[in-house]
């Protein structure tokens, strides 16, 4: 099977195949082909959605996402820079599939080397995209800017906010058209699958999610950057490829809203349906090595700080939770925790995960989940002895966050 980070494929039309737009929807159907960018939706069950919402005339859209919401985890860029062809390539075939002529490549503002780079290979395949348009587009910066629906009212010129879905943008997208949102590395993927056959891919990975997958390792190791590693693989063996340090404290695994996992966590692997069991997920695949000294609580205190800079403020639980956690953190680094804090901390997350309206809010509070179930000893030391164990907090706050009803 070939590799995303191998060898360039050979130049040729872009998108130019003997295979149908139908039999192309079923190869990636048959390959298992499953989203990069974090949720891990089949690919070819998104391309149905949409080659059957565009049946009744509607033209679709086609949506690469190369934004790269998470700057620790530089893959679209990685990717763009190394096989642009080929990226440009699955563009180029998934428009073909779901017969759109336009399609648009998502970037986020400071990934300037990567616009330039896009730009250039644009303007030299331009002559094999046939009557395909491809235009780069600018997100607004920051972490949400990756997320769908807010890629999609930027494209509209509208505030980078979340939108409600159902109805999904494979249905009702881009200008109210069906569009495919796709992240740049799973239409990496297109140009093997559907030239070479489903049967190759389908052999590397796991049963549940086949081939490789593109992962930034970083923290307290030698060598860090972005490595890529079949699914299926541990995450000691991933660590371990890129010179962990010795006495790690925990293994954060997707990202700003990913979950933050016990060391010992070696044998977990890299698969969406384990990372979901430990408590984690794929997300932007981050992995990050945290060195022994560092303060879980104070770490997951960092990290709700960042979401609510972060927040696109649409939705209640989400503005109000990330917000509300983070001074309740704070309140615990600071040595005025209390035992109901923790109940407190679990319901907020709990309403978040339930009613946030994108993956952000549903997603973050598996920094709580995870720590508190992993960690909990150190959330009991701030409160039941008023110390931090690792001893590296100071206060920050000299009054507690409180809410309205004392718990
Ligand atoms: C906060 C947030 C940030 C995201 N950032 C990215 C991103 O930078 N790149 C990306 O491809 N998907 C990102 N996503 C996922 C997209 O919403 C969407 O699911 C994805 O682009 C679909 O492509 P895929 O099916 O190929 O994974 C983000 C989601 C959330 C909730
Ligand atoms: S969960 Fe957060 S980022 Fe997502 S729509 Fe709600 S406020 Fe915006």
Known sequence: MSRLLGDPPASGALGATEVSPEEIVSRVERSGLRGRGGAGYSTGAKLRAVLGSAAGGREPFVVANGYDADRQSPIAATLLE??????????????????????????????????????????????????????????????????????LAVLESRKAMARQRPPYPAREGLRGRPTLVQSVETLAWLPSIVRE????FRASGTAATPGTKLVSVTGAVARPGVYEVGFGTTLGTILDGAGVAAGLKAIHVGGPTGGLLAASRRDVTLDYAELAAVGAHLGSAQI???????????????LF????????AICVPCRVGTKRVEGILAGITSGLGRTADLPWLTEIGDQMARFSLCG?????????????????????????????????????RVRRYERMVQP
């Open 82 to 151: 190394r096989q642009p062809r080929r990226v440009l390539d699955g563009i180029a075939i998934a428009a073909r599939a779901v017969g759109a002529t336009r399609a648009y490549l998502y970037l986020h503002p400071e990934s300037t080397a990567t616009r330039t780079g896009a730009l250039a290979a644009l303007s030299t395949a331009a002559s094999d995209l046939g009557d395909l348009g491809v235009e780069i587009a600018i997100g607004p910066g920051g972490f949400a800017g990756g997320e769908e629906s807010i890629a």
């Open 197 to 200: 056959g489903p049967d190759g």
């Open 288 to 302: 990050r090595a945290i060195p022994a000294e560092t303060c879980v609580v104070a770490e997951a205190g960092r």
């Open 305 to 312: 700080a960042y979401l609510a800079e972060e927040s696109c």
């Open 360 to 396: 952000f809010g549903i997603t973050a509070p598996q920094i709580l989940r995870t720590t508190m179930a992993e960690f909990g000893a150190e959330y009991r030391a701030h409160i039941d002895d008023g110390r931090c164990p690792t001893g590296t907090c100071a206060p920050t």
